[in-house]
């Protein structure tokens, strides 16, 4: 079979970009499987997973830095539109709540997963914006404000391949739903010139509600001689109503009795189809909280 080689770099290198960052991804999630396979037992010395059912949930406070670029439509001016990179107007971590259950017996689980953002961003006399993809004249600023109402859930089930008192490692296979509402307020002041403008003044709203089929693993290593240290690490990367979405997550947490008590960093990221209205949307930063197991 023969490939142009024209023809797959052709456009805008969008879909070299998604495809370099789906492939930067699969690598990872091979990377973590080789590393933990290799910690591994034995057939004679494997840790037999309890064929009863167990619990666990979880509470955890988010600060993430969030990015993205929206188009909002403007109403007027010739068709123009605006677009905001939210990264300039969020400039600083915001608080966010988010919530796990899961549940295993023997060898296979599920586990649900839900975050929810509801925040403000404002500034005044921003020049970071652009009108119909082109920046704004020299002479005009504006005063803006964003609005931005996150749900994030995820539910997958789980079949668990490593099973040790120093590592487990799970594979996943599940769907997400990435439900996000933004609104903007906008005042502009300066001169256009001989540009037409948009409204000097309004506000619009952009969103979207979407799932993807994911898939990834999730485990922990366990440290020290009586393995209370814990390492958990969390990776998945799907596709479906968006063109890419992929999750990671590494922290480091002690275990008590009842449960553990971590810390995490965690990036979320995705990449949305190029004809609507947010085409990117990311959130990255740490997180704490604690786990309840029974």
């Not at 504006?142 to 749900?151: P, S």
């Not at 005042?187 to 948009?198: K, V």
């Not at 799907?238 to 992929?246: I, Q, R």
Request: one cysteine or more.
């Amino acid at each position: 079979m023969h490939l142009d080689k024209a023809a797959l770099i052709k456009g805008d290198g969008k879909d070299c970009a998604v495809n370099g960052k789906s492939s930067r991804v699969a690598s990872l999630l091979a990377l973590c499987s080789i590393v933990a396979v290799s910690l591994a037992p034995s057939g004679s010395n494997a840790q037999d997973l309890p064929d009863h059912w167990q619990f666990s949930a979880a509470l955890y406070v988010w600060l993430p830095d969030i990015g993205g670029h929206t188009t909002f439509p403007s109403d007027g001016g010739g068709g123009n539109t605006i677009n905001v990179d939210i990264s300039t107007i969020f400039d600083h971590l915001e608080m966010t709540g988010m919530g796990s259950f899961e549940m295993q017996k023997g060898r296979w689980g599920a586990f649900t997963d839900l975050v929810y953002l509801d925040v403000r961003g404002s500034k005044s006399r921003t020049r970071d914006l652009e009108i119909g993809g082109n920046p704004l004249p020299a002479s005009v600023s504006a005063d803006t404000d964003i609005g931005l109402q996150t749900v994030l859930w995820t539910v997958a089930g789980t079949y668990h391949v490593v099973a040790s008192p120093e590592a487990s490692l799970a594979v996943l296979a599940g769907a997400r739903l990435a439900s996000i509402d933004e609104k903007l307020t906008w005042e502009f002041s300066g001169d256009f010139g001989s540009l037409t403008p948009p409204p000097l003044n309004g506000n619009q709203g952009a969103s979207v509600d979407q799932w993807d089929a994911i898939a990834g693993l999730k485990g922990q290593f366990r440290l020290g001689a009586d393995h209370r240290w814990v390492v958990p690490y969390y990776l998945d990367v799907g596709t479906g109503d968006s063109d890419l979405t992929w999750q990671a997550m590494v922290g480091l947490g002690y275990s008590f009795g009842w449960g553990d008590v971590d810390a995490a960093w965690r990036y979320l990221d995705y990449h949305l189809k190029s004809e609507g209205p947010i085409k990117d949307q990311n959130f990255n930063g740490p997180a704490a909280g604690v786990q309840f197991r029974w």
